[in-house]
């Protein structure tokens, strides 16, 4: 029988693996920027939509990246280095779409992955939450309400 040794390992940390997990958030943000511009490539509405849906994800993003950061024994200056890095990243990368277009047809597959991506990180990581057993009704309630307030700002745009 094998006996696991993981306690032997648990402060076993590298602060490069946090740089680079940082900086994979990073690229992650720059390409959420990048939907906000091609979304406005297609209208007003849908890249105000695609920006609202994006702001308000990136926050998390952020207590990601520190969170990264400071558990691999990176330093809290650098932590916020990296922090407004990947704050940075999405306004450049929606800046980046000034530069060039794309077809229609690109636009309607990549828009469409994109919101697919989101609704399958909402569908695998949050719902599966809402239902474990230490969850609450508050947490339930907050997903009910944060549904119907998306629903009703995509009534206003």
Do not use: C
Request: proline fraction near 3%; charge should be neutral; avoid cysteine.
């Amino acid at each position: 029988m094998h006996h696991a040794h993981e306690a032997d390992y648990a402060d076993h940390k590298h602060p490069q693996v946090g740089v680079f997990s940082a900086l994979a958030l990073a690229g992650h943000s720059f390409m959420d920027g990048m939907g906000i511009g091609l979304g406005f490539q297609v209208s007003p509405a849908t890249g105000l939509l695609v920006a609202i849906a994006v702001i308000s994800h990136d926050f998390t993003d952020g207590m990601n990246t520190v969170t990264l950061m400071l558990n691999h024994k990176n330093t809290v200056r650098r932590s916020l280095k990296f922090l407004l890095l990947d704050a940075l990243m999405p306004v450049i990368g929606a800046v980046s779409t000034l530069f060039f277009t794309v077809s229609p047809h690109f636009l309607i597959w990549y828009l469409g992955f994109f919101a697919g991506f989101l609704l399958y990180i909402g569908v695998s990581d949050i719902l599966p939450e809402a239902h474990s057993k230490h969850s609450s009704f508050k947490l339930i309630g907050l997903t009910v309400l944060g549904t119907a307030l998306i629903f009703v700002i995509t009534r206003l745009v």
